[in-house]
T-cell receptor
Framework: KQEVTQIPAALSVPEGENLVLNCSFTDSAIYNLQWFRQDPGKGLTSLLL?????REQTSGRLNASLDKSSGRSTLYIAASQPGDSATYLC???????????FGDGTTLTVKP | DVKVTQSSRYLVKRTGEKVFLECVQD?????MFWYRQDPGLGLRLIYF???????EKGDIPEGYSVSREKKERFSLILESASTNQTSMYLCASSPGTLNTGELFFGEGSRLTVL
C-alpha cells in the first residue's frame, strides 16, 4: 500500500528565503506526482504535475523534482513571499485512472 | 480555465437529515472523486467514478453513497447525516486514460451536522 510522508509538518521562514519542501513515497511504481497548495478553508490548487518519466517541472518561482528510485520529491520555492503562506500537499498516483494517495501536508508561514 | 464547481460552500444540517453534495466539472473528465478532509487525518477518499453510472468505493465509504447520472456531475449523498460526518468535503476530477492524470479540485463544501 502506497504511503506518502511530508516532513516537516510546519515551517516558518522570513520573507525572501529559498526553501525546500519534502515528499517521500514508499512504492516507486508511480504514474505521476502532483503538488498542491491549500489556503485555509479552501480547496486544493494544482501547482505542478510531474509524470513518472520526468525528473522536474518548473513554474515561475516553483521547481519540483522527482526521484522515483529513492521515492522522493522536493518542491523548491525561490524568494519566498508572505503570499506563499499556505499548506502544501503532494499526491502520488499509481495508475492514470487510479486514486491518488496524499501526504498530510507542510504548513508554510512566510514572515514579512 | 478548468473548473470544478461544488454547489454549496457551507451547509448546516441536523442529525438524521438526508444531505446532497453536488459537484460539476466542465472539462469532460471521465474520472471524478469525493474526499473528506479532517484535521490530523488528511484527505481520505470516500468514493470515485470512472464513467457515467460507474462507482467504486474508496477508503471510507460507510455512511455515504454516490450518483453519477451524467458525465459532468457527481453527487455525494449522506442518507442519514451524523455528527461524525461534520467535515470539509472536496470533489475532484481528472481526465481518463492516455492523459496526464492531473487532478483538479473544487473549492470544497464545509458541512456541519448538529
Amino acid at each position: 500500500k502506497q504511503e506518502v510522508t511530508q516532513i516537516p509538518a510546519a515551517l516558518s521562514v522570513p520573507e525572501g528565503e529559498n526553501l525546500v519542501l519534502n515528499c517521500s513515497f514508499t512504492d516507486s511504481a508511480i504514474y505521476n506526482l502532483q503538488w498542491f497548495r491549500q489556503d485555509p478553508g479552501k480547496g486544493l490548487t494544482s501547482l505542478l504535475l510531474i509524470q513518472s518519466s520526468q525528473r522536474e517541472q518548473t513554474s515561475g518561482r516553483l521547481n519540483a523534482s522527482l526521484d522515483k528510485s529513492s521515492g522522493r520529491s522536493t518542491l523548491y520555492i525561490a524568494a519566498s513571499q508572505p503570499g506563499d503562506s499556505a499548506t502544501y500537499l503532494c499526491a502520488v498516483k499509481v495508475t492514470n485512472a487510479g486514486k491518488s494517495t496524499f501526504g498530510d501536508g507542510t504548513t508554510l508561514t512566510v514572515k514579512p | 480555465d478548468v473548473k470544478v464547481t461544488q454547489s454549496s460552500r457551507y451547509l448546516v444540517k441536523r442529525t438524521g437529515e438526508k444531505v446532497f453534495l453536488e459537484c460539476v466539472q466542465d472539462m469532460d473528465h471521465e474520472n471524478m472523486f469525493w474526499y473528506r478532509q479532517d484535521p490530523g487525518l488528511g484527505l481520505r477518499l470516500i468514493y470515485f467514478s470512472y464513467d457515467v453510472k460507474m462507482k467504486e468505493k474508496g477508503d471510507i465509504p460507510e455512511g455515504y453513497s454516490v450518483s453519477r447520472e451524467k458525465k459532468e456531475r457527481f453527487s455525494l449523498i449522506l442518507e442519514s447525516a451524523s455528527t461524525n460526518q461534520t467535515s470539509m468535503y472536496l470533489c475532484a476530477s481528472s481526465p481518463g486514460t492516455l492523459n496526464t492524470g492531473e487532478l483538479f479540485f473544487g473549492e470544497g463544501s464545509r458541512l456541519t451536522v448538529l
